[in-house]
């Protein structure tokens, strides 16, 4: 009887876990020492690869993907630099309870302990430890899938939150042979929510993340006040509101459920994480309307990903308050609506009157990302 057997490197082992845990969105900026997991994921169909421009925007569009779609994300960045940008995104996918899993590759094993990497290296597990719930270096090839296996679990144990797993070079290209069946015991099905017979679909999703915390004022203006309602006021319990910077119509907001539809918020004021934690979660509600509401100080900060929503063609609506002091020097006085337009998407200065009413739907109604700035 002839034997089946299977020839994988730990790339290919990395990206089958993926999908073993229920991971159908992967968010990474290419690396040298990334390449062999980007060739796996070509080759897996069920798990969407999206590049935006930083590692800083991936870990964040990570986070709003699993916190619109209640199931894991995945965050891939490459050695050293890329880790280094993960923390202040980390931080918040810890404070709000969202299950992202980081995976990096890591320098070989014969270099570590003590790290004797000159190239871009660092000490990374050591850097996620006190982000994560969990961190682990995976130092062995038929380890993967446990080890993987148990980052699923941690990361969707109550309550919910990131994870790392570090994974050396040597170990990703390695590649052995190996029998169907033992492939099939190295994945231990039964103790992954998602192969047991549970959804990996958190129950209310989001429901532990806390409240807005950051200053109300950018939108307390009388014109800015009606406008902001005027825009909740064309909102459907399907439509998921993001607000980076701008408090929301009646003050502070829990993550719940309400009349206007689902609230995803980030922790911290005026981080600039508003953008890409939007199109994170129109990538995992591709139906669903995605309204972000920020101010000029917060966008100026991740600006760039205007170039991600428009080569995935993600239709979010930006409004962005604009303020003679929005906390940001740099960002005062800029133009965002001609900055949208250099981006090849819509962009627009609210005017008033009518005018300003069918400006308002536009956006709402458009199938690419549209900006609209509020004085």
Same mark, same amino acid.
Do not use: C, M, W
């Given at each position: 009887m002839k034997r089946c057997r299977l020839r994988l490197s730990g790339n290919e082992l990395v990206v089958k876990a993926l999908k073993a845990g229920g991971v159908r969105h992967a968010f990474a900026v290419s690396g040298g020492q990334l390449l062999g997991v980007f060739d796996a994921l070509a080759d897996e169909p069920s798990i969407r690869l999206v590049v935006p421009r930083s590692e800083d925007a991936a870990i964040t569009m990570a986070d709003g993907c699993a916190r619109a779609s209640g199931t894991p994300a995945a965050v891939l960045t490459t050695v050293g630099v890329g880790p280094v940008n993960l923390p202040l995104g980390m931080a918040e996918a810890r404070d709000s309870c969202t299950p992202v899993i980081s995976i990096a590759p890591a320098p070989q094993n014969w270099k570590t302990d003590p790290l004797q990497e000159n190239l871009q290296g660092c000490c990374q597990n050591d850097l996620m430890k006190p982000l994560t719930r969990w961190s682990v270096v995976i130092r062995q090839w038929e380890r993967i899938p446990a080890l993987l296996s148990r980052a699923f679990r941690e990361a969707l144990a109550e309550p919910p939150g990131p994870v790392h797993a570090d994974v050396p070079f040597d170990v990703l290209f390695e590649k052995r042979f190996i029998e169907k069946k033992r492939f099939e015991q190295l994945f231990p099905r039964s103790k992954t929510p998602a192969a047991s017979g549970r959804s990996t679909r958190l129950e209310n999703p989001g429901a532990k993340i806390p409240p807005f915390r950051g200053d109300a004022s950018t939108a307390s203006g009388s014109r800015r006040?009606?406008?902001?309602?005027?825009?909740?006021? $064309?909102?459907?319990?399907? /439509?998921? @509101?993001?607000?980076? *910077?701008?408090?929301?119509?009646?003050? +502070?907001?829990?993550? %719940?459920?309400?009349?206007?539809?689902?609230?995803?918020?980030?922790?911290?004021?005026?981080?600039?994480?508003?953008?890409?934690?939007?199109?994170?979660?129109?990538?995992?509600?591709?139906?669903?309307?995605?309204?972000?509401?920020?101010?000029?100080?917060?966008?100026?900060?991740?600006?760039?990903?205007?170039?991600?929503?428009?080569?995935?063609?993600?239709?979010?609506?930006?409004?962005?308050?604009?303020? $003679?002091?929005?906390?940001? /020097?740099? @960002?005062?006085?800029? *133009?965002?609506?001609?900055?949208?337009? +250099?981006?090849?998407? %819509?962009?627009?200065?609210?005017?008033?009157?009518?005018?300003?009413?069918?400006?308002?739907?536009?956006?709402?109604?458009?199938?690419?990302?549209?900006?609209?700035?509020?004085?």
């Open positions: 006040a009606a406008t902001l309602k005027k825009i909740h006021d $064309e909102l459907s319990a399907n /439509d998921l @509101a993001v607000y980076d *910077g701008v408090a929301p119509p009646g003050g +502070a907001a829990t993550r %719940r459920r309400t009349p206007t539809g689902k609230t995803i918020q980030p922790f911290r004021a005026n981080t600039g994480r508003g953008l890409p934690l939007a199109l994170g979660a129109k990538i995992a509600s591709p139906r669903s309307r995605v309204v972000l509401f920020t101010t000029g100080a917060s966008l100026f900060r991740s600006v760039r990903e205007l170039e991600t929503a428009r080569a995935y063609g993600l239709s979010v609506a930006i409004f962005v308050f604009a303020a $003679e002091r929005d906390g940001d /020097d740099a @960002a005062r006085g800029v *133009g965002f609506p001609e900055i949208a337009e +250099a981006f090849g998407l %819509r962009g627009t200065v609210l005017p008033s009157g009518k005018k300003g009413d069918a400006a308002i739907r536009t956006p709402l109604k458009s199938e690419t990302a549209s900006l609209v700035e509020i004085h």
